[in-house]
Every structure is written in structure tokens, then in C-alpha cells.
């Protein structure tokens, strides 16, 4: 089964950046699409970003669209999420996800999901 490991959250101010990275490390498919979800406190988990493998083809969320950048090294079957312009709103934990996607924004979709990162934004 795939294995998927996330890094990179921490405690920032509004304005600062993070950049998210999320380790494929066992069966990775070429098929497959990555994703960004994240699930702030008392709140349903939503989706972020994701992108294809195969194609490099990218997809983001109107709440993030020109602060927040999905990305891949594809050598090493890893996936970024440049975060900049951070917000408060933004706080959440950050889940990466894979899987054999043909809607991209539906989690129900992704067949495999790394544990998060805490990603806290203060004012």
C-alpha cells in the first residue's frame, strides 16, 4: 500500500509562508493524483489542492488560488504545497492524500491518506 508521510507545519503570523511536503514512499503509482485537504477546528475537511502525476495538470481552491502552490518532484515521489499570504483562516491540520482520483475535490475518492501537519496561523 502507499505510504504517505507530510512535513513542513508550524506555528506562523499572518503574512508568512510554509511550504508542505508530502513523501509517497511505498507503491506509488504514476496513475494516480495527490491532494491537499485540510480540516480546521470544528469544521469539515476540505479540499485544497491537487494535482495529477502523470500530467502535472494542478487544481486549487478558490479560498487558496494565488497564495498557495501544489507542485512535484516526481524523482522522489513527493508533493509540495507552497503556502504564502498566510491567513488565519488558513489554520488547520493538513492531510496529503492519494489515489486513483477522477473528481479531485471529492475526499471519498482518494484511496490512501497521510496522518496531517499542524499548519497555526496567528494575527
Known amino acids: 500500500q502507499v505510504q504517505l508521510v507530510e512535513s513542513g507545519g508550524g506555528l506562523v503570523q499572518a503574512g508568512d509562508s510554509l511550504r508542505l511536503s508530502c513523501a509517497a514512499s511505498?507503491?506509488?503509482?504514476?496513475?494516480?493524483?495527490m491532494g491537499w485537504f485540510r480540516q480546521a477546528p470544528g469544521k469539515a475537511r476540505e479540499f485544497v489542492a491537487a494535482i495529477r502525476w502523470s500530467s502535472g495538470s494542478t487544481s486549487h481552491a478558490d479560498s487558496v488560488k494565488g497564495r498557495f502552490t501544489i507542485s512535484r518532484d516526481s524523482a522522489k515521489n513527493t508533493v509540495y504545497l507552497q503556502m504564502n499570504s498566510l491567513k488565519p483562516e488558513d489554520t488547520a491540520v493538513y492531510y496529503c492524500?492519494?489515489?486513483?482520483?477522477?473528481?479531485?475535490?471529492?475526499?471519498?475518492?482518494?484511496?490512501?491518506w497521510g496522518q496531517g501537519t499542524q499548519v497555526t496561523v496567528s494575527s
Open positions: 492524500a492519494a489515489g486513483w482520483v477522477a473528481t479531485t475535490t471529492k475526499e471519498n475518492q482518494y484511496d490512501y
Open positions: 511505498r507503491g506509488f503509482s504514476n496513475s494516480y493524483v
